[in-house]
């Protein structure tokens, strides 16, 4: 059988790999510790192949970490078939379990697992998601991702992205839950809600993900009753996201979704939430995970228990594209995450991403992950964007 693939399709042998940190345009993450925009907190990855075919991807790390990380994973890939994401993903994974698994290094694989796919798409003339799997859909809603700030300048937030034709958004990190003054919490969601276009969506997020979250279960079951009471959809990553057993006590009492999961990596930490039933909603990040491989293992155990999978891979061109074709590959996904306002997502490629009448995303049909990276743009956030895009 490998006999006649091969004579089928002859090997794309990796040639080259580059890890190229993004600077500059970091947006605001919402940190107690504020990233600034000359921080590096993503990065790109190239892959080059013998065929001229380069396959790209992107990493949620410093890229100085994610050049270090490459350093360790690129003699393991070099001479490797580009064609064959899984096997050279897991071998990646089985060859750095001592170097510090579910860091940096493994959101390095993420990128090259990106890369890899988006390769194996151009060489087959096959978009991403009918690789995986086939396209349940053609679009999917994004919501909008807006830090929260004092009430007034909430609502004029929210009322400048649905002017840009968004129906759904998500507000968090801020002052939510910072400033031990539920009044103010409270304030902040009800301006949020009353910009809120006909029918529109608003999800909350307290990003306790972050450096000393002052708040514990109790919080975030009086918050859950305020927020299910203005109608939020749901209620992201309201307790440290080690609490385990706080979560699953939590999501039984909670009268809205419960959601989380965007710092875990490896599908093997997922397994305990998702089994133990932590979160309502689960939130991969296809940039830290593991890629498109380990991510559709993730999501799919996730609703085989029942539980609704959205992707958090908004946080460039790449991990967007990433996050499309798996809503497209996956049963009963409804939204993507798509940030506003930053450069890193709007700024990198030939053609922008752009929402249709209906507030909707098109999953790109184009081969592989079905973007064009623009070299010159790229080069206003990546130094070392001239080695990304070199042949060979
Ligand atoms: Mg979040």
Known sequence: ???????????????????APLLGESPPGGWSNEIQPGDSIHSLVAVHTDAGITGFGSAFTDGRLAEAAMAQLAPLCLGENALEPERISEKLHQNTFWFGRGGTLTHTISAIDIALWDILGKVTGLPVSILAGGRHRDRVRPYCSLLMTEPGEMGERIARYREQGFRAFKIGWGPFGRRDDPALDEAIVAAACAELPEGGQLLVDAGASDAYWPNGLKWALRTADMLAAHGVG???EPLVPDALEDFVTLRRSARLPIAGGEVMTRRQSFMPYITRGAFDIVQPDVTKVGGLSEQRRIARMAQDFGVRYVGHGWNTALGLAADLHLAAALPGVD?????????????????????????????????GLGIRLDPEKVARYAPRAAALFQRG
């Open 1 to 19: 059988m490998v006999e006649e693939r091969s004579q089928a399709l002859p090997p794309v042998r990796i040639t080259g790999l580059v890890a």
């Open 234 to 236: 749901w209620f992201e």
């Open 335 to 367: 939204l993507v995450e798509y940030i506003g306002g930053s450069a890193y997502l709007d700024d990198l490629t030939a053609e922008p991403f752009t929402l249709d009448a209906d507030g909707l995303l098109a999953i790109p049909d184009a081969p």
